[in-house]
């Protein structure tokens, strides 16, 4: 089991962007699908973003158009690309390894990153 780390959070302006990093510590060819996930206070954690080895992502609805994940299977590595940020995307954010189809995490979770969007 790959253990990941996240970073790239941070402190944004609304309208603002941001782009998360996760990196693993093996290799991530073979995982089929990869998600970011965030925690806001008070709330379950929620699927942001997944993609599949193929390339095909999927989104929630309140970030559709503005982020944007990605994956460098060479580089073991997932990205979130984060624009115009508002203040409900404040969270902390977390990546995993994830259920084909329904994106249900299944690996450990990680310390995650914190996602502050504040005027």
């Known amino acids: 089991q790959v253990q990941l780390v996240e970073s790239g959070g941070g402190l944004v302006q609304p309208g603002g962007s941001l782009r998360l990093s996760c990196g693993a510590s093996g290799s991530i060819a073979r995982i089929y699908a990869m998600g970011w996930y965030r925690q806001a206070p008070g709330k379950q954690r929620e699927l942001v973003a997944g993609?599949?080895?193929?390339?095909?992502?999927k989104y929630t609805d309140s970030v559709k158009g503005r982020f944007t994940i990605s994956r460098d299977n060479a580089k073991n590595s997932v990205y979130l690309q984060m624009n115009s940020l508002k203040p409900e995307d404040t969270a902390i954010y977390y990546c995993n390894t994830a259920r084909m189809g329904d994106y249900v995490p299944f690996g450990s979770w990680g310390q995650g990153t914190q996602v502050t969007v504040s005027s």
């Open positions: 993609i599949t080895n193929g390339g095909t992502a």
